[in-house]
């Protein structure tokens, strides 16, 4: 267990529709980031925010937005869902910015968009 | 841009017995970090071990260990005594250390490793 928790374990909803991934990080942790799993796409960084500032976009459709609220949990919004988004979504949570620090995983959201 | 390449898709190891798994990356950076996660069938990433760049000793984890060379930049991923827990897809990441910019990690495809008894 890395200490990093995800809700909801699943999720299936129809094309067209608004889903919120949530994420807590590990205690003490300021990073989150956000990783999308898809079979085309491998694993990419959708986006990282720190203490509660958007510090880094990836790959991150303009669909899709986050945020960390000020008792560091962080939302994935995605809206207008298509097929193609279905994926693991991934988060991960380190204490600072730096590059020393591990990122931890979360066990994941799996979406399925039909 | 960093890249990171997995050559292997799948490789198989006998119990007991040692495999390397291979990935080379690409930057332009001098410092950086290397990375390689399991992904076991019930998804969770988990670290297996991390290596600095700057550090010329390899890192070693118990039965896990790499071997690092930057000139080339490659860093395989040793596993001896395998055991059938490490069955899981392998993946070898990249991370830079400028923390001026987006300390994300850069994944590579992915190694799927079979283990037989």
């Known amino acids: 267990d890395s200490g990093v928790t995800q809700t909801p374990k699943h999720l299936i909803t129809a094309t067209g529709q608004r889903v919120t991934l949530r994420c807590s990080p590990r205690?003490?942790?300021?990073?989150v980031y956000w990783y999308q799993q898809s079979l085309d796409q491998g694993l990419q960084f959708l986006i990282h925010?720190?203490?509660?500032?958007?510090?880094a976009k990836g790959n991150i459709l303009e669909r899709f937005s986050a945020q960390q609220f000020p008792d560091l949990h962080s939302e994935l919004n995605l809206s207008s869902l298509e097929l193609g988004d279905s994926a693991l979504y991934f988060c991960?949570?380190?204490?600072?910015?730096?590059?020393?620090?591990?990122?931890?995983f979360g066990p994941g959201t799996r979406l399925t968009v039909l | 841009a960093q890249t990171v390449t997995q050559s292997q898709p799948e490789m198989s190891v006998q119990e007991a017995e040692t495999v390397t798994l291979s990935c080379t990356y690409d930057?332009?950076?001098?410092?950086?970090?290397l990375f390689w996660y399991k992904q076991p069938p019930s998804r969770q990433m988990i670290l297996v071990i991390r290596?600095?760049?700057?550090?010329?000793q390899n890192a070693t984890e118990n039965r896990f260990s790499v071997n690092f060379q930057k000139a080339a930049k490659s860093f395989s991923l040793k596993i001896s005594d395998s055991q059938l827990g490490d069955a899981a897809m392998y993946f070898c990441?990249?991370?830079?250390?400028?923390?001026?910019?987006?300390?994300?990690?850069?994944f590579g495809t992915g190694t799927r490793l079979q283990v037989t008894l």
């Open positions: 290596q600095e760049a700057y550090k010329q």
């Open positions: 930057t332009s950076e001098s410092d950086y970090y």
């Open positions: 205690s003490g942790d300021l990073s």
């Open positions: 925010y720190y203490n509660g500032e958007e510090r």
């Open positions: 991960a949570s380190s204490v600072r910015l730096v590059g020393t620090d591990t990122q931890y």
């Open positions: 990441a990249y991370r830079t250390f400028n923390t001026g910019t987006a300390s994300k990690l850069t």
